[in-house]
């Protein structure tokens, strides 16, 4: 027998079953739309989002969206002498809890792209395609128009392509206005140009580029902070404007500056300070016998970081294990190279500050003077 017609009668069947036992009305019919999704507002939803999309493709992207898989054309890493792919995949944690809260839904997308495009950046890589996954309650295609808007704003800022994606209802599992995204990204590098930071040594020199404020990172206690019982907006008008003004403010995106640097002056060494702060990522750049010394009156906190130490009574190393403190990307030079990086990074846009030094000493023990 045919599988399919099997599987068909099989389903028919057992609706008759569960209509005799009183469990589904006579008149009622089982549908995937009636189990929580929305095929057709999908497809609808893909439409809308396609030209969007596709304003992110280059002449590298093959075909258009809605395919099976997404096509990249990479016959110019020909050019490399070996060429070695990058890959990252991120999400943007619990600030997505934020922006359902404040109704504000068109800075997470780039936050994906960033906290994926960032962390590859840190070898040296090119960013060439991002993918995402969106997981949602019940598809609103106003919402995720947004998100993918703000998805495709991030790919635009890296020169990524937005090569595919999945938008996946879950209901029964989330509630209806619940949604939780997750980036993905492929980029490139000529093996010989990796930055891995094993040529660090101490003398060497930490530039800090300043972020918009806490980026993708410490929301759950930013919420258990800032939020009634943790998961309420608080009742002050002006409490509530200084969430979505500062705390929401999108991740910045380093690509295209760090990248010219790369071409203009040796780099030893980056971090991208993400979740743990500084006391989880520096060291993950440096050798054994190597630490990073920072001297806290370089490092621009901020009126968000500041705000919170005063009002939360927060201690300051644990701000520095959790946040990025002002500073969203790091780059270590030699101490030659250190003011020609500075000013090539301010010329190219960015808010730089000399923060620290490497020194002898155990890699794990972040020093702060």
Known sequence: MDPVFFCVQGFDLFQAILKRAGILRME???TYKSAGVDTEK????????????????GPRVLGGLGGFAGAFDVSFLKKYNQPVLLSGTDGVGTKIELARLLNTFNTVGIDLVAMCVNDILV????????????????????????????????CKLSNTALLGGETAEHP?????????L?????????????????????????????????HSNGFSLIRKLLLKEGKHLPSDPEQVSFLKDYALKPTRIYVESILKLLQKVPVKGMVHITGGGYQENVPRVLPPGSKAKFYKDKIPSGYFF????????LEELELFATFNMGIGYMVIVSEENVDSAKRFLESSGESVHWIGEIVSGNKEEVQFV
Do not use: W
Not at 182 to 210: C, H, T, Y
């Open 172 to 180: 029964g599992t989330m509630k209806e206005d619940e949604f939780d």
């Open 123 to 154: 070898c040296g890589g090119e960013p060439l395609f991002f993918l995402d996954y969106i997981a949602c309650g019940k598809l609103d295609p106003e919402k995720m128009d947004q998100i993918v808007a703000g998805i495709v704003q991030g």
């Open 28 to 30: 009622e019919k089982i």
């Open 182 to 214: 997750a980036g993905f990204v492929v980029g490139a590098v000529e093996k010989d140009l990796m930055i891995d930071g094993n040529s660090v040594r101490p003398g060497d020199q930490i530039l800090g580029l300043e972020s918009s404020g806490p």
């Open 42 to 57: 999908g497809r609808e939803f893909v439409q809308k989002i396609k030209r969007n999309v596709e304003s992110t493709h």
């Open 306 to 313: 500041e705000k919170i130490k005063k009002d939360q009574k």
